[in-house]
């Protein structure tokens, strides 16, 4: 399909510098974009590319717009704009409502009309399939689970019993919802289950990405607010709460009984503790590890950033030694001190 520039315009609420009529093909970066292609310049790391691109127009910032020799959409927030062009060019796939003949649904389960269920669905008793939502192939669904609508589950995503997710949600292919919390206790030297008796509440507007995990809770709900992000491979540990709107990257893990506020932004491969809270509008950079609360809103990193092997080595047999040089900077001091009073 194509588009046009005064289109787009109006969709991003960008300020056109160019002619309304160009056709838009599709959206490309900025090295390699064509003439009938839009591009986008967010990161400054880019810059660099923009006297050279054979776009037809750039979406970028009023500060760039000087640099750029090709037609312009000038905005705010360009990374934005760039998003709204691309939803409306790739509109979300529409499905056929009705059960594929290879369903597995219980006769005691209540599916709308204008749902889709795909090949080798399982749906077990109790359950609930809202208006318009879509079961994409090779999902299990549990008994007493809640479906919302509009809510998309794409293929082979597991719901244990009692899960219950809310309206426009979108779980990726390999989402597990609602496996026991690992709540274990020594016993005579052998590890004995906890049951877990929670289950795990999702709201409306939820994205969870491939092979990501929420655990039931032990006792309370698993709850997850409206509008909240994960990434892939995450997993959330039984009993957590996570507030609207907040975002987690890919292969973060969340212990049990952790309180992560709104708004929040946790990076990639950052691991946070069990039975703590992080308020809300809180930032936490990559690769960090979180164990105590945090009850101040701001940007938090932990972690060693990647050196010579030679630096680390070193670095590390010093820091083994912080506490010992620690202890006789302060006798050092006192010592000082003692002689200063004298």
Same mark, same amino acid.
């Given at each position: 399909?194509?588009?046009?520039?005064?289109?787009?315009?109006?969709?991003?609420?960008?300020?056109?510098?160019?002619?309304?009529?160009?056709?838009?093909?599709?959206?490309?970066?900025?090295?390699?974009?064509?003439?009938?292609?839009?591009?986008?310049?967010?990161?400054?790391?880019?810059?660099?590319?923009?006297?050279?691109?054979?776009?037809?127009?750039?979406?970028?910032?009023?500060?760039?717009?000087?640099?750029?020799?090709?037609?312009?959409?000038?905005?705010?927030?360009?990374?934005?704009?760039?998003?709204?062009?691309?939803?409306?060019?790739?509109?979300?796939?529409?499905?056929?409502?009705? #059960?594929?003949?290879?369903?597995?649904?219980? !006769?005691?389960?209540?599916?709308?009309?204008?749902?889709?269920?795909?090949?080798?669905?399982?749906?077990?008793?109790?359950?609930?399939?809202?208006?318009?939502?879509? #079961?994409?192939?090779?999902?299990?669904?549990?008994?007493?689970?809640?479906?919302?609508?509009?809510?998309?589950?794409?293929?082979?995503?597991?719901?244990?019993?009692?899960?219950?997710?809310?309206?426009?949600?979108?779980?990726?292919?390999?989402?597990?919802?609602?496996?026991?919390?690992?709540?274990?206790?020594?016993?005579?030297? !052998?590890?004995?289950?906890?049951?877990?008796?929670?289950?795990?509440?999702?709201?409306?507007?939820?994205?969870?990405?491939?092979?990501?995990?929420?655990?039931?809770?032990?006792?309370?709900?698993?709850? #997850?607010?409206?509008?909240?992000?994960?990434?892939?491979?995450?997993?959330?540990?039984?009993?957590?709460?996570?507030?609207?709107?907040?975002?987690?990257?890919?292969?973060?893990?969340?212990?049990?009984?952790?309180?992560?506020?709104?708004?929040?932004?946790?990076?990639?491969?950052?691991?946070?503790?069990?039975? #703590? !809270?992080?308020?809300?509008?809180?930032?936490?950079?990559?690769?960090?590890?979180?164990?105590?609360?945090?009850?101040?809103?701001?940007?938090?990193?932990?972690?060693?950033?990647?050196?010579?092997?030679?630096?680390?080595?070193?670095?590390?047999?010093?820091?083994?030694?912080?506490?010992?040089?620690?202890?006789?900077?302060?006798?050092?001091?006192?010592?000082?001190?003692?002689?200063?009073?004298?």
């Amino acid at each position: 399909m194509e588009y046009t520039l005064g289109e787009i315009a109006e969709i991003t609420g960008a300020e056109l510098d160019g002619d309304p009529d160009s056709k838009i093909r599709r959206v490309s970066p900025l090295q390699t974009a064509e003439a009938d292609e839009i591009s986008f310049l967010a990161n400054k790391r880019h810059v660099q590319y923009l006297k050279d691109t054979k776009a037809c127009a750039v979406i970028l910032s009023a500060e760039n717009k000087a640099r750029c020799h090709v037609q312009t959409l000038v905005c705010d927030d360009p990374y934005l704009a760039f998003a709204r062009t691309l939803r409306h060019m790739h509109p979300a796939s529409t499905f056929t409502p009705g #059960i594929h003949n290879s369903a597995v649904v219980s !006769e005691e389960s209540t599916i709308s009309t204008s749902a889709h269920v795909g090949a080798n669905v399982v749906i077990g008793a109790g359950s609930k399939i809202a208006d318009h939502a879509s #079961i994409g192939p090779g999902c299990v669904i549990g008994k007493n689970v809640v479906v919302g609508e509009n809510t998309t589950l794409v293929a082979n995503v597991t719901l244990y019993d009692g899960t219950r997710i809310g309206s426009k949600g979108l779980l990726h292919p390999g989402v597990v919802i609602g496996a026991d919390g690992f709540g274990i206790v020594k016993d005579r030297g !052998e590890w004995l289950k906890i049951p877990q008796i929670g289950t795990v509440l999702i709201a409306n507007d939820v994205e969870i990405g491939a092979n990501s995990t929420v655990d039931r809770g032990a006792l309370a709900d698993t709850v #997850i607010e409206n509008g909240v992000k994960l990434d892939n491979q995450v997993q959330i540990g039984h009993g957590v709460k996570i507030g609207e709107h907040t975002a987690i990257a890919g292969c973060v893990g969340v212990a049990g009984s952790t309180v992560i506020g709104k708004r929040c932004m946790i990076g990639g491969h950052s691991a946070i503790s069990g039975h #703590i !809270e992080l308020v809300d509008d809180v930032i936490i950079t990559g690769m960090s590890g979180v164990s105590n609360s945090i009850k101040k809103a701001g940007i938090y990193s932990s972690g060693i950033p990647v050196t010579e092997n030679a630096k680390w080595r070193k670095n590390i047999a010093r820091f083994r030694n912080l506490d010992e040089i620690t202890r006789k900077l302060l006798q050092l001091e006192q010592r000082i001190d003692e002689s200063s009073s004298d």
